[in-house]
């Protein structure tokens, strides 16, 4: 007999649709269930994830899909799935309560709700039954029953408390504005808490975390300390060893639960790919170390083979559980390596990847090896060279070789979950991160990559309006796009303009630059609010400019904003800028280092920015020459915009400053102009890259 479905089954999540099948009479976040909830005179449960979260696919097993359990939460509540993916802007107000609440945050989240969608209790993963202290879902339920019968009162007044203590939360009140001081003191936290040994910040677990990076190579950019170059070289070197990048099959793993960054958590996330192949773009530019450039590769590698939809846009994320058990599809056994491969190249792979014979994969929970391994560098291939007596380019190619066959086995295996809808904010990372990679290296085929991702979202994820939407799954594009939505795919349209002038990308990043100061400014205290202005209601309308897994909204968005009012001489930009630096400048000053994207963008505020335009004939060996010239260095307070020779270029109609620049003496032309002050126009390129380094720099 079939299973009965509930109401998820009409949704267009992956996570949600994870969910149909539980026997708990799952609701989506809508005003039919809150509703319900009033007129049976009940208490919401909410229950928020995403589709490759292990721990909600635990919760999952354990509880959701239990009858018992399903029995009570039907009973007692009406019950709501969310997928934070999906809405951003519900989950980031229910995890501040879990965190005023416990401390804590992290997902799955179960918050408990009033009909009015306020808050009274709140928990991550709760086990089927108590245990070690933590209560259990089946004695939880019947008690939170019995006090919305019996102690009810408490409970509302609780929920007014948490609601009032929310609401007192920031709107933040703008300060004077930051200054070069916020990022000495973000860079001195940061040397603090640097872990020489592993490289990253802090201890375990440890995250990617990729606006560090950006920030540390701009601060050594702007002092000339190298420590900043150094700590994300060291850590970017620990990163593409260790186990959180797929030695095999490329790509990188959510987090590392160690400090060594040995043992992830398998999960992959198109955001960590974009942000980190930035970061590996910008300390290749910074370094001139090509190590980089093909970590970016690698990452890059991966995306387009198994991240890209058949339409050009990008898929969320990859599970990290395939077949019921975290990483199975990553970790081997040595009989699993040696099956594959045979002789001296298993005995050298087994040896180059840490391979044991009672595994190096321990058990989160317990700690106890499980007899698999997650592949791993122990030592960089050059040290293992050494070692061997042989040149590190035989090793690296038999490797290479021994890496296909292993990948080539591997694919064999049952794949995790792909989650396959694609968001706007995501694949506006990806496209900045495929757009650079096409500036730095040259490639026309990450351009073009870039550039179906953009025409993706620009054809498919507008609305009649122009409005951006912020997902599409199956043919159908839905929900409002928030502040990450236009902050991070201006991003992208940035990036891919500078990849190959393309002026349609420019202009539209202009427009949709409007967009998001009519729907998402605050013009009383500067900065974006995370909901547009005609949003759904929710108990508090968010404006945050910290930094979680991924950069501020407000950070990028300002950053854009500064950036296209160099492109197009719009000073009103800058000026709704200025206005977010101040409107953060009380929080950042007091954490700067929860603010980095922010200080980042502040980088380029103080300056001295530049604007460079190019003019010339594109398929002119001397053009190719000047703008080969500017992206071999890294110039991250430089604009870039190419004025095509022809009778109405377009460059004009979006940039009006560009319509009389014109080539001297027939030749493709540099036009620089450098904190505030213009430069000679110049046909060679060792003379436009001496106006744009610091003085005295090289």
């Not at 951003?88 to 969608?117: C, F, H, Q, R």
């Not at 990188?252 to 639960?257: A, L, N, P, Q």
Request: aromatic share 10%; net charge negative; glycine share 10%.
């Amino acid at each position: 007999m079939a299973k009965r479905k509930n109401r998820l089954a009409f949704e267009s999540s992956p996570y949600l649709l994870q969910h149909q099948d539980n026997p708990v009479d799952w609701h989506p976040w809508g005003e039919e269930a809150f509703r319900k909830a009033k007129d049976q005179d009940k208490p919401v449960f909410l229950s928020i994830g995403y589709s490759t979260c292990h721990w909600c696919h635990v919760m999952a097993r354990e509880s959701f899909e239990d009858e018992e359990v399903a029995g009570l939460l039907n009973a007692t509540f009406v019950c709501i799935k969310v997928d934070r993916e999906e809405r951003p802007d519900i989950d980031a107000i229910y995890m501040n309560v879990a965190s005023m609440m416990t401390g804590s945050g992290g997902w799955p989240l179960n918050v408990i709700l009033t009909p009015e969608k306020k808050p009274f209790f709140a928990a991550t993963y709760i086990p089927r039954e108590s245990r070690f202290g933590r209560i259990g879902i089946l004695d939880l339920v019947p008690r939170i029953g019995l006090l919305w019968r019996t102690e009810r009162n408490e409970l509302l007044n609780s929920a007014e408390e948490v609601t009032a203590a929310l609401q007192r939360m920031p709107p933040e009140v703008p300060g004077r504005s930051l200054d070069e001081t916020a990022i000495r003191q973000a860079y001195q936290s940061l040397v603090a808490r640097f872990d020489a040994r592993n490289g990253g910040f802090g201890g375990a677990p440890k995250f990617p975390s990729a606006a560090t990076f950006l920030f540390l190579l701009r601060h050594a950019r702007r002092t000339g300390d190298p420590g900043g170059l150094s700590m994300t070289e060291i850590t970017l070197n620990a990163m593409r060893r260790g186990g959180i990048f797929d030695q095999i099959g490329y790509g990188f793993h959510r987090y590392s639960t160690d400090a060594a960054w040995l043992l992830p958590h398998f999960e992959k996330m198109l955001y960590d790919q974009a942000m980190i192949a930035i970061g590996c773009l910008e300390a290749h530019q910074a370094s001139g170390d090509g190590r980089y450039g093909r970590i970016a590769r690698e990452v890059f590698e991966y995306v387009l083979r198994d991240l890209r939809s058949p339409e050009g846009g990008f898929y969320s994320a990859e599970d990290a559980d395939s077949e019921g058990e975290e990483g199975k599809f990553y970790l081997w056994t040595k009989d699993e390596l040696y099956t594959v491969l045979e002789g001296n190249e298993a005995d050298l792979a087994a040896r180059v990847f840490d391979v044991q014979e009672g595994g190096n994969f321990r058990e989160e929970a317990t700690g106890k090896l499980t007899g698999k391994n997650v592949l791993h560098l122990k030592s960089p291939l050059g040290e293992v060279a050494e070692e061997l007596g042989v040149e590190e380019f035989q090793l690296t190619e038999t490797m290479e070789a021994a890496r296909r066959k292993l990948f080539s086995a591997r694919e064999e295996r049952t794949r995790p979950l792909l989650d396959d809808k694609i968001l706007a904010d995501w694949n506006g990372l990806a496209i900045a991160a495929l757009g650079k990679g096409a500036q730095v290296f040259g490639d026309e085929a990450l351009e073009e990559a870039a550039s179906k991702a953009a025409d993706f979202v620009l054809e498919r994820m507008l609305d009649g309006e122009g409005r951006l939407l912020h997902r599409y799954r199956e043919g159908s594009a839905g929900i409002l796009g928030n502040l990450d939505d236009y902050a991070f795919f201006i991003w992208g349209l940035l990036e891919l303009y500078e990849a190959g002038f393309d002026v349609k990308y420019l202009r539209a990043a202009k427009d949709l630059a409007g967009d998001m100061v009519r729907r998402f400014h605050d013009g009383k205290g500067g900065g974006f609010y995370f909901s547009p202005v005609d949003g759904e209601e929710l108990i508090l309308r968010r404006k945050d400019g910290h930094d979680g897994a991924l950069p501020s909204g407000n950070a990028v968005a300002a950053f854009d904003l500064l950036r296209l009012a160099k492109m197009t001489a719009d000073s009103s930009l800058e000026e709704i800028a200025s206005k977010a630096f101040g409107a953060f400048a009380p929080r950042a000053r007091a954490v700067p280092a929860a603010h980095l994207h922010l200080l980042s963008a502040l980088d380029f505020a103080l300056g001295p920015a530049s604007e460079v335009v190019i003019v010339g004939d594109p398929t002119s060996p001397d053009t190719r020459d000047m703008i080969r010239a500017l992206r071999s260095e890294f110039f991250p307070g430089t604009v870039l915009l190419f004025k095509e020779v022809g009778d109405r270029p377009e460059i004009s109609e979006v940039a009006e400053f560009t319509r009389d620049l014109i080539m001297v003496d027939g030749k493709t032309t540099a036009y620089v102009c450098r904190g505030h002050v213009c430069q000679m126009p110049t046909t060679d390129p060792k003379e436009m890259l001496a106006m744009l380094r610091p003085a005295g720099g090289s």
